[in-house]
């Protein structure tokens, strides 16, 4: 502290900064860089969430409620478990420790703004309508653009589920390379629980391991789905998914109460490899888990917690690309664990707190993504919490079982998966293994 005399002769007691204060972390420096990298993508105007965080003015009213948050790990919206099974992921959204000790430290000094000229440059989003992966290949749109047919979701209607089956047009094969999906206006993502575009076409390659179509045609399953925590997928590379002549993409659409009556339609962004380029490897998106063909199901009695399993045998060898968990209001957790041929067993992934309100597909890192030989069992084990304890339990006095509709329950997996032949599965083994041990030498 120190005193000054003012000019009406007037002392006047100025408080100095302390070392603490000085150190304290700043919006300007500090935590601005972090938003930007980790929140921003939804904390913007005009973005889903609830509130902007792009400048000291729009985050400095939220700052304790943002300290809660992102000491308890709820946002970012990342629920693995970083510490049990694969800990490394292409996608990782979360804090680090040291990115959460700032922002606490940050709240805890008073939020203090700092120097504007601390302040990086402000990052450009795309328009909420815009294609996220366009500029990424230097195109303004993507190759493709499929639409589904419109629907008119009534306000205050109950929810609804629209499949609608549009034709592609494809006249000769092309393989895929990435793929978005978006509901296509602002209003639209009111309404838009989850779109998911599953791929129909005749298929002559016996290896496309997906379910049978009722005429008993192999199918390659679902091609993508889009929800809250979903912005896209990007094939590794060397990777695609193959669309065929005559293919339809059948729409599975869940819509909800938007407050007023809303049109909107699903449009799918579909990015193409350059004519001529075949990739190596086919990757497809499959589920499993508890409610699949063959497995135990649901059965979640009133005012119980319920452990579900499904065990499901991979039909070929290939590399493991992502986890996503699916479940609904009840979901708590999922695990999913490899059992190998030999008998040994893998832990893969593990969510421990499951939240209906994200939809994440955690994309394993190139180096970790578990290359599983022919044989290999999936096991999917879920937790659902029929108690009161569950916050998003609408009513725990009730039976529940398997079903669209939210109040229902689901418990599955969806990976996407990059099959191989044994020749390419011991080569990718045999080049993991080589690099893993360069590695080790260079340490």
């Not at 990424?136 to 047919?149: A, F, H, V």
């Not at 199901?297 to 996503?324: A, C, Y």
């Not at 939240?355 to 994440?360: E, L, Q, S, V």
């Not at 996407?416 to 599965?425: A, K, L, P, R, S």
Request: hydrophobic fraction near 35%.
């Amino acid at each position: 502290m120190r005193r000054i005399v003012t000019s009406l002769g007037l002392l006047a007691v100025v408080a100095l900064p302390t070392a603490a204060a000085a150190q304290s972390p700043t919006f300007t420096k500090d935590i601005a860089p972090i938003f930007q990298n980790k929140c921003e993508a939804c904390h913007r105007p005009d973005s889903i969430a609830p509130m902007s965080l792009v400048s000291f003015e729009e985050s400095r009213p939220w700052a304790r409620s943002i300290k809660s948050r992102v000491a308890s790990r709820q946002m970012p919206p990342w629920h693995i478990d970083k510490t049990v099974g694969i800990t490394e992921f292409e996608n990782d959204r979360s804090l680090s420790d040291k990115e959460i000790d700032t922002i606490v430290k940050w709240v805890d000094a008073g939020s203090p703004k700092g120097d504007p000229k601390d302040l990086p440059p402000a990052k450009v989003w795309p328009n909420e309508q815009g294609w996220n992966f366009a500029k990424m290949y230097g195109q303004k749109e993507p190759d493709m653009i499929i639409k589904s047919i419109p629907w008119t979701q009534k306000a205050g209607a109950n929810d609804a589920w629209w499949k609608p089956v549009v034709e592609t047009n494809i006249t000769e094969p092309r393989w895929v390379r990435a793929l978005e999906i978006r509901p296509s206006t602002v209003k639209g993502r009111r309404i838009t629980h989850h779109a998911i575009a599953r791929l129909q076409q005749r298929e002559t390659d016996p290896l496309a391991q997906n379910p049978d179509d009722a005429n008993g045609q192999p199918q390659p399953g679902t091609f993508m789905e889009w929800a809250v925590g979903k912005q896209g997928e990007i094939m590794r590379p060397n990777s695609g998914k193959l669309m065929l002549p005559g293919s339809k993409i059948v729409w599975d659409i869940h819509y909800s109460n938007g407050g007023e009556d809303i049109t909107d339609q699903a449009e799918l962004g579909i990015y193409f490899y350059p004519k001529g380029f075949t990739p190596k490897f086919r990757t497809s998106l499959a589920f499993y888990g508890v409610d699949r063909e063959g497995t135990t199901g649901i059965d979640l009695l009133p005012n119980q917690v319920t452990v579900s399993e499904g065990f499901h045998v991979l039909p070929r060898s290939g590399r493991l690309e992502s986890f996503q968990p699916h479940m609904h209001l009840r979901g708590k957790a999922m695990a999913l664990e490899a059992i190998l041929p030999n008998g040994q067993k893998q832990m893969l992934s593990y969510v421990p707190d499951f939240n209906f309100n994200w939809h994440n597909s955690y994309v394993y890192a190139d180096d970790e993504a578990p290359l599983l030989p022919k044989g290999t069992i999936l096991h999917v084990t879920a937790w659902h919490d029929n108690t009161a304890a569950k916050k998003s339990n609408p009513d725990p006095s009730q039976w529940v079982g398997f079903g669209d509709r939210t109040v229902d329950e689901m418990a599955h997996a969806w990976l996407n998966i990059t099959f191989m032949t044994d020749e390419d599965f011991k080569a990718e083994h045999d080049a993991r293994a080589a690099a893993r041990a360069a590695k080790t030498q260079q340490q």
